[in-house]
């Protein structure tokens, strides 16, 4: 499950809603797309005891480029992980939005509310198309040109959540 509950207030998620959880989505033709709030999700259980070794230094490392917009310590998001269905296939998808977040704030001077946009673009990129996250931004500080110049950063295609009800 992505980190739901990191969401900034104005982001909302791309979710597949299926028949069980929150996973990334493999795209299907009977599925059913829509937006909806995160903050009306729920996490999903914690799937493994422990993630492996290298996991642990890669989550570390994106934690540590997020730690200004996102400040819940490394136990938060460690557990975050050990949610998820595929750890590895998440982390590749947060190490693709943070070189996209370190890339663009590196480039660019941002007060702490414009990194809180870039994050915002970051993350609601992960799992939709740029056309999609244009359509879903609420930005203050940056433009669309620059949400675009982020995506353009991504060299992942976008991923939506799937969101299983009991």
């Known amino acids: ?3 739901l509950d990191i969401h900034l207030a104005a982001a909302f998620a791309l979710c ?11 795209t299907s033709s009977d599925s059913k797309t829509k937006w909806i709030d995160p903050n009306k999700l729920e996490a999903g259980p914690i799937r493994r005891a422990n993630l ?8 570390q490392s994106v934690q540590k480029v997020f730690s ?3 400040p819940s310590p490394i136990e938060k998001w460690m557990e975050d992980f050990k949610r998820d269905a595929n750890p590895e296939r998440e982390l590749a998808i947060w190490e693709g939005m943070a070189s996209a977040f370190a890339a663009y704030t590196a480039s ?13 673009v970051v993350l609601l990129r992960s799992g939709a198309s740029d056309d999609e996250v244009l359509k879903h ?3 203050k500080i940056l433009t669309a040109r620059d ?19 009991p």
Do not use: H, W, Y
């Not at 492996?52 to 989550?59: F, G, H, K, L, N």
């Not at 110049?149 to 060299?155: N, Q, W």
């Open 16 to 26: 597949v809603i299926l028949l069980a959880g929150c996973d990334r989505a493999s």
């Open 52 to 59: 492996a070794e290298d996991q642990i230094s890669r989550v």
């Open 1 to 3: 499950m992505r980190r």
């Open 108 to 120: 660019n001077s941002l007060t702490l509310g414009g990194k809180k946009e870039v994050f915002q």
């Open 137 to 139: 931004l609420d930005l």
């Open 68 to 70: 200004e917009v996102d």
């Open 147 to 165: 949400a675009r110049e982020i995506m353009a950063l991504f060299a992942t295609k976008p991923e939506p959540i799937r969101v299983v009800s």
